[in-house]
């Protein structure tokens, strides 16, 4: 089983300026990684696929990279409505989700 | 595009099972692969098992084998999950998605109480 830990627990940033998110993989799981946005009761929401692959809509503002073992979320000129708690998740076999970054707006 | 609707909040007692649907609008129903994840309160999301219609072989993460059922029925194009002897531990929001791997489209959410 892949487990994946994603750090840190919870950033605060201010607006305007650039988060990054990390997530680790416990054994590679090759670029079959994606990243979900989830806001207080509402379904998450597909931001990054195949670890760099925006989804439909996402703006470019959010970019994904890493490969392997190590990967990472950035997002730029943060806005208040990016307050939301960011997943990893892996699909190289039975999927799995990291425990999430809670992204704080100062 | 797909379009995920769920069925309705459930309350159940321990040692009872629960039965939630997900009836997907648009996509070819047969080939998608469609996930059950679920989210105790304040947790993470949970990746429970998924089902590709095509075949009806489902596959279940380690902890929930013998514990969840997974099924998929062409006609009305709606998955099942059900659960059973819940305990307190199963109350959590239950979600439908689909996606090959990763998922773009999700339901809105089934919550599920198991309460005495």
């Known amino acids: 089983e892949i487990v994946m830990t994603q750090s840190p627990a919870t950033l605060s940033v201010s607006p305007g300026e650039t988060a990054t998110l990390s997530c680790r993989a416990s054994q590679s799981v090759s670029s079959k990684l994606a990243w979900y946005q989830q806001k207080p009761g509402q379904a998450p929401r597909l931001l990054i696929y195949d670890a760099s692959t925006r989804a439909t809509g996402i703006p470019a503002r959010f970019s994904g990279s890493g490969s392997g073992t190590e990967f990472s979320l950035t997002i730029s000129s943060l806005q208040s409505d990016d307050l939301a708690v960011y997943y990893c998740q892996h699909y190289n076999g039975w999927p799995a989700f990291g425990q999430g970054t809670r992204l704080d707006i100062k | ?116």
């Not at chain 2, 679920?38 to 095509?54: F, H, K, S, V, Y």
């Not at chain 2, 002897?85 to 090959?100: E, F, H, K, N």
């Open chain 2, 1 to 116: 595009q797909v379009q995920l609707v769920q069925s309705g909040a459930e309350v159940k007692k321990p040692g009872s099972s629960v039965k939630v649907s997900c009836k997907a609008s648009g996509g070819t129903f047969n080939s998608q692969a469609f996930s059950w994840v679920r989210q105790a309160p304040g947790l993470q999301l949970e990746w429970m098992g998924g089902i590709i219609p095509l075949g009806g072989i489902a596959l279940y993460a380690q902890k929930f084998q013998g514990r969840v059922t997974i099924t998929a029925d062409e006609s009305t194009r709606t998955t099942f999950m059900e659960v059973w002897s819940l305990t307190p531990d199963d109350t959590a929001v239950y979600y439908c998605a689909v996606g090959d791997g990763y998922n773009p489209y999700w339901g809105q959410g089934t919550q599920v109480s198991v309460s005495s």
